[in-house]
Every structure is written in structure tokens, then in C-alpha cells.
């Protein structure tokens, strides 16, 4: 497992953007499969974006597609979700994942960060 801390939410209106950033303090990304998740109140748990560790290919919820684009910089020990044209329906913890398994299911997520609140308001 690695230790993942999440920076970057806050209040935002409707259209505004954010971008958030998670970083393994102290370790190389490099070779982990790194995914932002939300939680929305009152829901469960919902994958947002991931990008692999082999191909930096990659994959998004339809929800967000073309609004939200995720990258990493290994050399920082960095992923990044940059949030375009944000809605009030994007209001949630996002949280950042990260699993050595290449093209994992939610559940091959093993380390998880604290999570950070965005919110939208209309």
C-alpha cells in the first residue's frame, strides 16, 4: 500500500473549474495504476477517471467525459484531475486510489487518501 494525500477541492460556482492533486509522499507512482473516485452525499462510491501505469492510457465515467482530465507526473509522485465546466451534481469527497494491478476493477483499489470536498453551487 502507499500513502496518498489529496489538495485542491473547495466552493466553486456552476461552469468554474478545479484541480485536484494527490501525491505519494516520499514514493514513486511509477508503477501504480492511479484512479479518482467520488462520493456524492447520500451515494455510494463512484469511479471518476483512471490512468494506467504501463500506457498512461486513460479512462473515464461517462458522466465526465470531455469535462474532466486526469494525468500524473511520476516524477513528483503526482496525479492530477483537472475539472472543467463543473456542475453542481460533481458536488462530492473526490478521493484518489492507486493499485499495481494494471487495469484494475474498483475493488483492486488497495490505497486510498483521505479524500477532499468539492463543491458546486448552482
Known amino acids: 500500500q502507499v500513502r496518498l494525500v489529496e489538495s485542491g477541492g473547495g466552493l466553486v460556482q456552476a461552469g468554474g473549474s478545479l484541480k485536484l492533486s494527490c501525491v505519494a509522499p516520499?514514493?514513486?507512482?511509477?508503477?501504480?495504476?492511479m484512479a479518482w473516485f467520488r462520493r456524492a452525499p447520500g451515494k455510494g462510491r463512484e469511479f471518476v477517471a483512471g490512468i494506467r501505469w504501463t500506457d498512461s492510457i486513460t479512462t473515464y465515467a461517462a458522466f465526465v467525459r470531455g469535462r474532466f482530465t486526469i494525468f500524473r507526473d511520476n516524477a513528483k509522485n503526482t496525479v492530477y484531475l483537472q475539472m472543467n465546466g463543473l456542475k453542481p451534481d460533481d458536488t462530492a469527497v473526490y478521493y484518489c486510489?492507486?493499485?499495481?494491478?494494471?487495469?484494475?476493477?474498483?475493488?483492486?483499489?488497495?490505497?486510498w487518501g483521505q479524500g477532499t470536498q468539492v463543491t458546486v453551487s448552482s
Open positions: 486510489a492507486a493499485s499495481q494491478i494494471v487495469d484494475p476493477t474498483p475493488a483492486g483499489f488497495d490505497s
Open positions: 516520499g514514493r514513486a507512482i511509477g508503477t501504480y495504476t
